[in-house]
């Protein structure tokens, strides 16, 4: 018998390890995890198995087919927004042809036990490409229909694998004579930008939040690359997790969207320096805009609207602004450093 797991790309990420730890911690689930880069010491007890490989190499999926029987793939092996513009090439492959594969993998799992597989996508607030400055300043929140113009590579490889979650799920092979539904289970979170106490994340653009906080926490001087009145927003990683199991557990009935807004609170970045130098007085902060990577933050919206989620999944972090900072992110981070 094949062993029932659930799979996790870019298992070594932020999310991933936040993910693999909760899923450990609380549930009776096996993971199987999957990522290019070696696994973390700490996280490998957690996970019926650990494959270090390439979510492009089409053999290695294939074997995992013969191997686990998987019930739900949480995709989140991705190339984010910053480093992606250095290569949009190969973030593409990467972020759309990866997803591809995964979809494809999840069609032959759902084919072979006959029942359908959950494939838990995070997309991100990058799909959103608001025209001009004044425009975002004067919108109120974005909703999931608006403004879908995204202007990074990996804003449109977000977008446009939501839309490839929704083919699978509700149009794969429309014509053939033989035609079955691909059994796939699409949903989908745009996650704003994230804050971890634990991890740091690596090549996006809404890193100056979490690299304020964890430089300021570790006495190194920190440059942020966005003026102080840029507003984003941003959510705590322990309510992402809880964004991502409560939408899988999701009654499939009660959902009248793929893919959801959800979110938390959206400081200013002079707000958060403002909560970060409260809690670390001596540390070396100085606003030095970088133009290129603020007009990308400039496109993205200063607060979305989760309603839907709310409505239809009883979406509801656990995390505001004050819990987030006082209660979580700077006590968690003062300990990790000191
Ligand atoms: N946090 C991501 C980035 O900045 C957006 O999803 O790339």
Not at 154 to 179: F, H, I, S, V
Request: aromatic share 10%; glycine share 6%; net charge negative.
């Amino acid at each position: 018998m094949r062993k029932e797991v659930v799979l996790i790309t870019g298992a070594n990420g932020e999310i991933g390890h936040g993910l693999i730890s909760h899923i450990a911690e609380k549930e009776k689930t096996h993971v199987l995890a999957l990522d290019v880069m070696p696994l973390d010491e700490s996280l490998r007890p957690m996970c019926e198995r650990f494959i270090q490989g390439d979510i492009l190499d089409q053999m290695l999926l294939g074997r995992l087919v013969a191997e686990y029987e998987i019930r739900t793939i949480y995709h989140l092996a991705s190339i984010l927004s910053t480093k992606a513009e250095y290569n949009p090439e190969t973030a593409h492959k990467v972020n759309v042809e990866g997803t591809l594969n995964l979809l494809r993998l999840a069609v032959e799992q759902a084919t072979w036990q006959g029942k359908p597989v959950k494939f838990l996508y995070p997309s991100s607030i990058a799909v959103y490409g608001i025209p001009d400055l004044q425009t975002k300043n004067s919108s109120n929140k974005i909703n999931e229909e608006m403004w879908c113009q995204p202007t990074t590579m990996y804003g449109c490889n977000k977008l446009y694998c939501e839309q490839l979650g929704r083919y699978y799920t509700k149009y794969y092979r429309q014509l053939a004579a033989d035609r079955n539904s691909s059994g796939i289970d699409f949903r989908a979170l745009r996650f704003p930008g994230l804050i971890s106490a634990i991890t740091t994340p690596t090549g996006g653009t809404s890193d100056y939040g979490p690299e304020m906080l964890h430089h300021a926490a570790m006495g190194k001087k920190y440059r942020c690359f966005v003026r102080p009145d840029t507003r984003l927003p941003f959510m705590v990683m322990p309510d992402a997790i809880k964004a991502l199991l409560d939408l899988e557990k999701a009654d499939k009935g009660d959902l009248s969207k793929l893919v959801y807004n959800v979110t938390s609170f959206n400081p200013s970045a002079q707000e958060f320096y403002n909560i970060v130098i409260e809690a670390f007085p001596n540390a070396e902060i100085s606003f030095e805009p970088d133009i290129a990577r603020q007009g990308i933050v400039d496109t993205w919206p200063a607060d979305v609207d989760d309603t839907s989620a709310k409505n239809d999944w009883g979406w509801n972090p656990e995390f505001d602004q004050d819990r987030a900072f006082y209660e979580y992110l700077i006590p968690a981070v003062k300990a990790r450093y000191t």
